[in-house]
């Protein structure tokens, strides 16, 4: 309990010590986890929108104004194996889904007079390979004027996906990178500020690590806070930031489970923790190793 | 605990060799005044029994254990029955006298309550008392030799290794610091003081071991300090 004691207390007196570093160490720590926690929350909607897309992977085929050319288009392509679901969209219900996918820009369909859209076929598929396949069908009957699928657009939206994870990985890794250095040099720095006390300390009988332990408890609690703190911003910002989003761009399908975005404040400080711990160590336990060597 | 130091030869990169062929046999509550000139291997010697050094040959044995075999957590424990007392004293000048004591038993996981039990006895008993909340720097050099005593003996160690003791102090503080030592010799610690200081060493007369160039020259129970033969 004593020796927990002054572990506590040293580490305390460590951050006291150095308050100018200890807090320009914290600052960098916030931003290097608020940068790492918004490139994943980006990779994460980047993925989700593509996954959206994905999802409404169907053909959607435009028929003829005839009444009974949707019926005839349904029945025919709903024989096929490949197709897990067919669906007959009139020109009011086609009306009524456009009016609930624009949101709060909906009324910007009360400025066309007549119903201008076609009625419709859409066809969901069980595999996205039978994209083809299936669009070949569609446009060899004659009830059928148009189709449109999101296939390519979702193939290349993948792509895209691959692009963005890579790069956001790659910002991760630097900014973790950076922020371990930070953590990493301030131990040093006070390490090598005290290394008469932890000469003196490691001659009296102190273990290695009664001496290491303040530091690496400085080094983690200055990390974990930064962490906690850039989760924090996040979580409180992520909300208002999808919104505007969603507002602009009401078609694409971003993440909206707040819940996600807590389980990565805690992954955040669980990393800050971590991040903090093993660059401490590093710092201090080399010093150590050093001072008892013998010569 | 009794000392042992059997054929060692210590050799610095590139090759200077501060010890050669040393054999020594320290038995528990011994008192040895280690003489010579500068750089004549007493500093050398002393680092060995801390193992802040090993030999390049031979071994060095304390309480019958091979001192290069230890790891780092058993050295650490280890060196909590051994007490140095510094040349140059030191004392940790950010800490006050008070701190400077506490510090070194707050290292080895001390209890609060001993701590400061222990802490003013020993600031008592070495007249340090009315001096407790001052700096180092406050302290005259004899009170920062006591200082420096007292951290080294505080944890009560079984050996108590001073490099220079009376070095820099008057001759009536250095007889005070005699004095300390052979208290603290007499209960029982064994101590290896390095002087170069021929009065403490004829008045108050020990175990001599003299060294010249990386070897023993005399070694005799009731020694002088001889000029002749140690510088």
Known sequence: ?295 | MEIKIEGVVKQFPPDILALRNITITIPQGDFVYLVGPTGSGKTTLMRLITREVVPTKGRVLVGGTDLRKLGMTDLAYYRREIGVVFQDFRLLPHLTAYENLTFVQEAIGMPRDLIEERTNEILDKMGLWRRRFLYPEQLSGGEQQRLAIARATINCPSILLADEPTGNLDLQTAEEIMKILLSINATGTTLVVATHNQYIVDEFRQRVISLRGGRIIRDERKGRFEIDDDF
């Open chain 1, 1 to 295: 309990m004593t020796t927990f004691k002054y572990i506590l207390r040293d580490a305390f007196r460590l951050m006291t010590r150095n308050v100018t570093l200890s807090f320009l160490t914290l600052v960098t720590t916030v931003a290097v986890f608020f940068l790492v926690s918004c490139s994943i929350l980006f990779v994460m909607n980047i993925r989700n929108i593509v996954a959206g897309i994905e999802n409404n992977l169907m053909i959607t085929a435009y028929v003829t104004k005839d009444k009974s050319s949707a019926q005839a288009v349904a029945e025919k392509i709903g024989n096929l194996e490949c197709v897990d679901s067919v669906k007959i969209v009139t020109p009011d219900k086609a009306l009524e889904e456009l009016r609930a996918r624009l949101g709060n820009q909906a009324d910007v369909v009360t400025l066309l007079d007549d119903n201008p859209l076609p009625p419709s076929v859409e066809i969901r598929l069980k595999d996205a390979g039978a994209v083809p396949v299936v669009a070949r069908e569609l446009l060899s009957m004659e009830e059928v004027e148009d189709i449109v699928y999101a296939g390519e657009l979702a193939r290349r939206l993948e792509t895209l996906s691959a692009f963005v994870s890579r790069f956001s990985f790659g910002v991760l890794v630097i900014a973790l990178a950076v922020g371990a250095l930070v953590v990493f040099n301030t131990i040093r720095i006070g390490v090598y500020a005290r290394r008469e006390e932890i000469e003196i300390m490691l001659l009296i009988g102190a273990t290695p690590g009664f001496v290491a332990f303040p530091f690496v408890l400085h080094g983690s609690l200055i990390s974990s806070f930064g962490a906690l703190l850039a989760g924090a911003g996040v979580y409180f910002s992520y909300e208002r930031v999808v919104s505007a989003l969603m507002a602009s761009m009401p078609f694409l399908n971003f993440m909206t489970d707040q819940s996600v975005v807590m389980d990565l404040w805690f992954l955040l400080v669980g990393g800050g923790l971590t991040v903090g711990w093993i660059c401490s160590w590093l710092a201090v336990s080399k010093f150590v190793r050093r001072a008892m060597k013998p010569r």
